[in-house]
């Protein structure tokens, strides 16, 4: 389940629990509501605590500049100065 349905599921919670006033025999919808919104609340951390370790940290590369020794012959860029 991803981090949309777990939404899903604490939005469907929420309307079961706070939002209707059905009344079935034998079953408790305020119950099933909250029993609902825990289940989104426990994918919501459980994708959260995923995703953070799908995420590897690469360092940055380094970078190595090589200084270039060019014989000095009396001509340092060409044009004789």
């Not at 305020?30 to 605590?49: N, Q, Y």
């Amino acid at each position: 389940m991803g981090l949309g349905g777990c939404i899903i599921l604490i939005a469907l919670g929420a309307i079961l629990t706070f939002a209707t006033d059905w009344h079935m025999q034998g079953v408790n919808l305020d119950l099933v509501g909250i029993i609902f919104m825990i289940v989104g609340l426990i994918g919501v951390a459980t994708f959260s605590s995923i995703a953070r370790r799908r995420r590897v940290m690469v360092p940055p590369a380094t970078v190595v500049e090589e200084e270039r020794h060019h014989p000095r012959d009396g001509y340092t860029d060409g044009y004789g100065v």
